[in-house]
């Protein structure tokens, strides 16, 4: 499961360490948490409620999906680093249906209708 990551991120280290990534996808009444996460700086996890997963990676509680890999390499990509992981758990969270996930795109949030 690929995926490219700012290098100059914060939490560069919480994703890849020790050997493990997560991808989490927010709910549409996530909004707020997806801004905390996205600014450069700061302690991106204050007052966030979160768990450890079956591969010790953080997992935001109350997000709509996560997956959890296993790091298998990283590979530079200009200001990005790209994430190579293999998928070791999938979790659906225990949220309502209607709640559909949170979309981000051209700098707007959306949602699937």
Not at 4 to 30: E, I, K, M, N
Not at 61 to 90: K, M, Q, S
Request: hydrophobic share 35%; charged share 20%.
């Amino acid at each position: 499961m690929p995926r490219a990551l700012p290098a100059t991120t914060v939490t560069q280290p919480l994703r890849t360490s020790p050997g493990t990534v997560r991808r989490q996808h927010l709910a549409t009444d996530q909004q707020q948490l997806c801004r905390q996460f996205a600014v450069t700086g700061g302690d991106k996890f204050a007052g966030v409620e979160w768990h450890p997963g079956s591969n010790g990676a953080p997992l935001l509680n109350g997000a709509l999906a996560t997956i959890e890999c296993e790091l298998v390499d990283t590979f530079p990509g200009g200001d990005h680093v790209i994430v190579l992981g293999r998928i070791t758990a999938l979790d659906p969270a225990d949220r309502p249906r209607e709640t559909g996930p949170l979309l981000y795109y051209r700098r707007t949030y959306g949602r699937l209708r």
